[in-house]
Each structure stands twice: as C-alpha cells, then as structure tokens.
C-alpha cells in the first residue's frame, strides 16, 4: 500500500511513521539522502485577454504559502519599483490557480503546473519564468525498513521529472 500525506511542514523522520518524503529546499538534510527532482520555475499566467503585459498593471493572486514568489520573480526579472500588491491572497498555491482560472488576476505559479492549462488555452503566459535556487528532492533515511519500496518509489519520481524535460535524478548526500 502507498499512503501518501500532503503537509507544508517539514517531516520529522525519527518521530513519524513515514518512509520517504519529497522536499523543498536547496538538497542537503542532515542524516537523509536526497535525490534531486527539479528546479522550481516562477511564471506569471492569467486567463486570456484579461490583463496586459505590463506588470504594475497586474491585479496579482498571493499564496500565503509562497508569499515571497512575487518579490523574487520581480527582482529575478529586473524590474523597477516594487511588485504590484493589490489583488487576492489566498491560503495555496492550488487556490492562487483556481483563482486565476476563474479571472481574478495573475497567478505566479511553478511552470509545471501551467503545462496543460497553457497547452489548451485556459491560460497564457505574461511574462519571463525565474528559474529559483530551490529545487524539490526526494528524501529518506540513510537506512530504511523497506529499501526496495523506497527505492521504486525514488526510480518512479525521477523517471516523472525527466519526462517533464529537466529532471535530474542526481543523489545528493
């Protein structure tokens, strides 16, 4: 059976029964091994025809998950000023979509979750992507109870990531 728990907190290995987790960061966990999956790439979408392509005129969606997204991507993207700040906030990254899908402004969202939106015309792009430092590792314990489960598990992930066209599958320990 493969249970699988959706959490932003970071999983405590030693205190939880969990065997493999995915992480956000920069690879380097203290006692696990990682292995890298991808990079995270920052793109602003909105619905088409909604909103021009001059950024200080986006009425934006904020995650309260991510809320420095947009502060990177504008730094990233050389832009002059601050970030526009009116829009919408939202608790999710997956909200911040809905909301953007629905019209209520321009999400700043990873690319990979644009691909089929963007390919059927739901949403376009409207600006430059910022590739980020942070990528997203597969992660467990140096010694697991199940290595052959956790290592299938490991193959499966990174065989997605090279699908979507810059995986990596490196280890980093």
Known sequence: DLAVSTTQRVIDFDQEDVDCAIRHGHG???????AF???????????PGLFGERPPEWSTIRARSRFQDWTRWWRGTDQHGTPPMRGVVVETRSQALEAALAG????LTD?????????????VTLGPSVELPEAYFFVHR???RNPRLVDSMRHWLISQALE???????DVD
């Open 111 to 123: 690319r990979r979750y644009l691909s089929s939106l963007l390919a059927e015309g739901r949403l």
């Open 142 to 144: 140096t010694s697991v």
């Open 28 to 34: 380097q966990w203290e006692g696990l091994r990682s």
């Open 164 to 170: 979507q066209g810059d995986g990596g599958g490196r």
């Open 104 to 107: 209520a402004g321009v999400v």
């Open 37 to 47: 999956l991808f990079r995270e790439t920052l793109v602003p979408a909105a619905k």
